[in-house]
C-alpha cells in the first residue's frame, strides 16, 4: 500500500500544480503560460513511473514515457527563456524535436540501441539546460541589478530558490536515470525516498514560479531610456541626445545621491535617478558600473548600509525595524542582507564590535 500510494505521490503533486496553472492560464503571463506545458510533461511522466512500479507498462506507454522524459528539461528551459527574455526565436521549440523523434523511433523499432540513445540524451539535456539555464538566470539577475536597488521580489531569492531546485532535480533525474527504472522495483525505501524527494523538489518549484509577481514585461517597461521632456539645463535636443559630460555626470550624481541622501528613497530605480539628472538611464548605468565597479542595487545598498550604521551609532537603542526603514530598504530580511554582504557582519555584532573599537 505505502509502495504504491508513494509512487504515485509525485505525479498527484504536479498534477495538481498542472491543474493550478490551467485554471489561471489565460490571466498568466508568457513565463508562466509556459510552466503549464512543463507541469503537464511532468504530470504525464511520474504517472508512467507510477503505473510501471505497481502494475507495470506495455510498450506504448513506455514510449509515451520515453516522450514525456525528454521533453520535461527542454520545457523547463523554455520557461526559463520566457522567465528572462520576452522575445523568444521559435527555433526555440526545436529542443523537443529529439524526444519526438527517441520516442518515434522507439515505438517503431523497440530495441536496446534506442534505451541507451534515450539515456545519453536525457544525460546531455539535464548539463545543457542546468548550464545554459544558470547562464541565462544569473545574466538577468544582473541586469535586474543595473535597473533596481530592491531586489526582494523581482530577482535573487527566487532565482537562487530555482537554480538549487534545477541543479538538484538535475543530478537526482541524472542519478537515477544512469541506475535504470528497473532498479527500485526490488527497493521500497530506495522508491519511497526518490518520490518524496521529487515531489518535494517540484512543489518547491512549482510554488515559487506561482507566486512570482514580477514579469518580464514590468521589467522592459522600467529598463526603457527616457530622457525627461523638462530637463535641468536649456540645452538643445541635439544635446540631450549626446552623451553627457562625465565629470559633470560625476558631480551630479555625488550631489544628489550623497547630498541630498536620494538613495533614502523607497523602491528606487534608476530611472528615477537618470529622471532627476536629466539624462537617460543607460549613461548613469555605465557611469556607476565604471566608476565604482558595482551594479546600481549594490551601489544604493552600499550607501544605505553606511547609513544605517551612522544611526547605529547615533542611537543605538534605535530598533532594526526602523533602522531598516530610515535606512531606505524595503523590508528588514532586506537590510539584514545587505548589512552582511557589505561588512561582514549582523548589524548587532557590528554595533558589538564597533563599541569595543
Known amino acids: ?75 523547463y528551459y523554455l520557461y526559463i527563456c520566457r522567465l528572462t527574455d520576452r522575445q523568444m526565436s521559435p527555433s526555440c521549440y526545436l529542443l523537443l524535436l529529439p524526444a519526438v523523434v527517441v520516442a518515434g523511433v522507439k515505438f517503431v523499432v523497440p530495441c536496446d540501441f534506442i534505451v541507451v540513445i534515450q539515456q545519453l540524451v536525457f544525460a546531455s539535456q539535464v548539463l545543457l539546460c542546468c548550464f545554459f539555464g544558470i547562464k541565462r538566470l544569473r545574466e538577468f539577475d544582473r541586469r535586474l541589478a543595473d535597473v533596481y536597488a530592491d531586489m526582494e521580489g523581482r530577482g535573487t531569492p527566487q532565482f537562487r530558490a530555482l537554480l538549487v531546485a534545477i541543479v538538484t532535480i538535475s543530478c537526482l533525474a541524472a542519478i537515477a536515470n544512469a541506475l535504470g527504472r528497473r532498479y527500485f522495483s526490488d527497493s521500497d525505501w530506495l522508491l519511497i525516498a526518490l518520490a518524496v524527494t521529487f515531489s518535494g523538489l517540484q ?48 558631480k551630479k550624481i555625488e550631489a544628489l545621491m550623497s547630498g541630498e541622501q536620494f538613495y533614502l528613497t523607497p523602491n528606487l530605480k534608476i530611472a528615477d535617478l537618470a529622471k532627476r539628472l536629466g539624462t537617460c538611464r543607460t549613461y548613469v548605468s555605465t557611469h556607476i558600473n565604471q566608476a565604482t565597479g558595482m551594479s546600481f542595487s549594490d551601489y544604493v545598498n552600499h550607501l544605505r548600509v553606511e547609513h544605517a550604521k551612522r544611526l ?46
Not at 59 to 71: F, R
Open 1 to 75: 500500500m505505502a509502495r504504491t500510494l508513494f509512487s504515485f505521490l509525485p505525479f498527484m503533486v504536479c498534477f495538481w500544480w498542472l491543474l493550478t496553472f490551467a485554471i489561471g492560464y489565460h490571466k498568466f503571463d508568457a513565463a508562466k503560460r509556459s510552466l503549464t506545458w512543463y507541469s503537464a510533461a511532468c504530470a504525464m511522466l511520474y504517472l508512467c513511473h507510477a503505473f510501471y512500479f505497481t502494475v507495470g507498462i506495455p510498450h506504448a506507454v513506455d514510449c509515451l514515457w520515453t516522450l514525456c522524459s525528454l521533453s520535461v528539461y527542454p520545457l
Open 203 to 250: 512543489y518547491a518549484l512549482h510554488f515559487i514560479a506561482y507566486h512570482r509577481q514580477f514579469t518580464q514585461e514590468e521589467f522592459e517597461a522600467d529598463s526603457i531610456d527616457e530622457i525627461p521632456a523638462s530637463t535641468a539645463t536649456d540645452a538643445s535636443p541635439a544635446e540631450e541626445e549626446a552623451a553627457p559630460d562625465v565629470p559633470e555626470l560625476a
Open 312 to 357: 547605529m551609532q547615533e542611537r543605538r537603542d534605535i530598533k532594526i525595524a526602523s533602522l531598516a526603514e530610515l535606512s531606505g530598504f524595503a523590508s528588514e530580511l532586506s537590510f539584514y542582507r545587505n548589512f552582511r554582504k557589505f561588512t561582514g557582519l549582523t548589524p548587532k555584532a557590528w554595533l558589538k564590535q564597533n563599541a569595543q573599537e
